[in-house]
């Protein structure tokens, strides 16, 4: 990839791509630090989107008419382009879904229902999203199997001393999250995947964190399946993506039937087409898939380098920054982060310092984040966490410091 230094890059201008940030709120700019949530949208999204409904619409695999065909090619190459912004082998390896959720559960419904039995093991974190723990959840009541944790240290990284005895023959997946929604650790992925599979376990990454974030190859990775969502990319929501080995993929038995997954149907039976299409049933999220390929482009025109690295001072300037606060509390490591920082303040609950941060038209994230248990592991029912991306300034964050400072103030 070409490698471009984060302070090359007119990221003042980049801001300009996105109209929302010129919004209001209370009054006050718009300082948006809720992106983990989900991305703001840049201009060349909105109009692909718009481009598509004016000139292309009509389903996708179905009509032999000139729209549809249209339709069908965009939808496809944006599905070749996504193969290789992830550095998959090809096409057919990538399924479009709704978002990392969806994408996990048809893991752990078709891959799951085929080939976990009473006493095999999943092996998750304790820092895992509720979508990487409740499909699996789901899997052990439907099956018998059992659910197992690696733990997380006080420095919210994961305890990996403790992998070679959780790594155990019964072990047939280890899934766990690329970056944590709530400390922003960075696993490293390459190295848990390398032993899963040194004891014959597949390896599936959580990759919604770190998709719009950091440059990755899916094959240099090493794993056998990958899910992420658009919105937090600057794509559009309602698609996402699993990636999978095509053999593995292609052992997995189809989730919902219905419209284009067949090959050919009676009465009685049917058989199903190869994947991708034979798990993806019914009209897709056509627009959706055509909105991420141009989000990533987008986001290839800036190149992820340049992103990680600006991200990642962001988020580290922030941490740095929260320490001049009384009564606050981090979570998460002290050194490279992903890009978001979560902290309590004696101050205030999240919900009540999120809410007055609103009122200065600063859009930040108070509660548990989907992350119940690593909530209950810190100790804390919630943080309020601030996210960013690279439309984001260190400006917006001297501003977020001063209006905590007023909220400090306010509650005290
Ligand atoms: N986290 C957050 O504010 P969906 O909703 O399917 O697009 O993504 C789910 C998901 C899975 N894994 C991780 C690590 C995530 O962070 C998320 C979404 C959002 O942190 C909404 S709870």
Known sequence: ??????????????????????????????????????????????????????????????????????????????????????????????????????????????????????????????????????????????????????????????????????????????????????????????????????????????????????????????CDLLAFSGHKMCGPTGIGVLYGRAELLDSMPPWHGGGEMIVSVTLEKSTFKKTPHRFEGGTPNIAGAIGLAAAIDYIEGIGRPAIFEHDSQLARYAAERLTELPGTRILGPSGERGALVGFVMDAAHPHDLTTFADQYGLAMRGGHHCNQPLMRRFGVSGTTRASFYFYNTTEEIDRMIEILHAAVRFFS
């Open 1 to 222: 990839m070409h490698k471009i230094a984060a302070n090359a890059i007119d990221w003042k201008a980049v801001r300009q791509d996105f109209p929302i940030l010129g919004e209001q709120a209370h009054g006050h700019p718009l300082i948006y630090f809720d992106s983990a949530a989900t991305s703001q949208k840049p201009r060349a999204v909105i109009d692909a989107l718009r481009n598509f409904y004016e000139h292309d619409n009509a389903n996708v695999h179905r009509g032999l008419h000139t729209l549809s065909s249209r339709a069908t090619e965009a939808y496809e190459k944006a599905r070749q382009r996504v193969a290789d912004y992830i550095g998959a082998a090809s096409a057919e390896e990538i399924v479009f879904t709704r978002g990392t959720t969806e994408s996990i559960n048809l893991v752990a419904q078709t891959w799951g229902g085929k080939f976990i039995s009473e006493g095999d093991v999943i092996l998750l974190t304790v820092m895992e999203h509720h979508s990487n723990l409740v499909p699996w959840q789901l899997l052990a009541e439907r099956t018998g199997a059992r659910l197992r944790f690696v733990p997380v240290r006080d420095d919210g990284t994961l305890e990996l001393e403790k992998l070679s005895s959780l790594l155990t023959p019964e072990v047939k997946l280890f899934a766990f999250t690329y970056i944590s929604n709530s400390l922003g650790t960075i696993n490293p992925v390459a190295e848990l995947c390398e032993k899963a599979h040194s004891i014959g376990a597949l390896t599936l990454v959580d990759a919604a964190q770190s998709i719009g974030h950091l440059p990755f190859n899916v094959r240099e990775l090493g």
